[in-house]
T-cell receptor, first 111, second 117 residues
Framework: DQQVKQNSPSLSVQEGRISILNCDYT??????FLWYKKYPAEGPTFLISISSIKDKNEDGRFTVFLNKSAKHLSLHIVPSQPGDSAVYFC??????????FGAGTILRVKS | EAGVAQSPRYKIIEKRQSVAFWCNPISGHATLYWYQQILGQGPKLLIQ????????DSQLPKDRFSAERLKGVDSTLKIQPAKLEDSAVYLCASSLGWGLAGVTEAFFGQGTRLTVV
């Protein structure tokens, strides 16, 4: 039973445009969410996070939005750059500080 | 700063054989994690160490998987005997702290890709 779902396996965006990656979760007890970025042959790296007491967190070109009532969060990348092409994982923090990951979305930014 | 080192990078074994993976965390990092990532899925935590003590191993299949962290530094993950469904990438990560800070500040290694045939 997947508690964190990323329903889009892949996304293709033109350079300079906005990339929107979506994530849904089922466990209302989750109160902290994270996004990770992974390049081929490398481990995931932490990108940005958001606490459930906020609905938005911004870091440069990356913004994460959280809609608690819909149990939905999204990562916006503006403007998208070719170097952003990677796999993006959404994760939620479970009790005991254990991460529950989604299956990932492959982002391709075309130049 | 050197990253998290894992070896081997790739391993192919037959089912029912044994296999071991090695992880050398970043120097000084007290917390070490082992994750299993099956193709098409996100990483799943298998075990978390704080220094050389186990913090969480609730998702480790203990009938066949074992892990240790000697002297609170290097760690090995072993599978004995392996099954076809163990085919996955095994990721090691380490962090200076623990708890929420440990999670957000964790550095991952490149992983070991295991294929069980």
């Amino acid at each position: 039973d997947q508690q964190v779902k990323q329903n889009s396996p892949s996304l293709s965006v033109q350079e300079g445009r906005i990339s929107i990656l979506n994530c849904d979760y089922t466990n209302s007890m989750f109160d902290y969410f994270l996004w990770y970025k992974k390049y081929p042959a490398e481990g995931p790296t932490f990108l940005i996070s958001i606490s459930s007491i906020k609905d938005k967190n911004e870091d440069g070109r990356f913004t994460v939005f959280l809609n608690k009532s819909a149990k939905h969060l999204s990562l916006h990348i503006v403007p998208s750059q070719p170097g952003d092409s990677a796999v993006y994982f959404c994760a939620a923090l479970e009790y005991g500080n254990k991460l529950v990951f989604g299956a990932g979305t492959i982002l391709r930014v075309k130049s | 700063e050197a990253g998290v080192a894992q070896s081997p990078r790739y391993k192919i074994i037959e089912k029912r054989q044994s296999v071991a993976f090695w992880c050398n965390p970043i120097s000084g990092h007290a917390t070490l994690y082992w994750y299993q990532q099956i193709l098409g899925q996100g990483p799943k935590l298998l075990i978390q160490f704080q220094n050389n003590g186990v913090v969480d191993d609730s998702q480790l299949p203990k009938d066949r998987f074992s892990a240790e962290r000697l002297k609170g530094v290097d760690s090995t993950l072993k599978i004995q005997p392996a099954k076809l469904e163990d085919s996955a990438v095994y990721l090691c990560a380490s962090s200076l702290g623990w708890g929420l800070a440990g999670v957000t500040e964790a550095f991952f290694g490149q992983g070991t890709r295991l294929t069980v045939v």
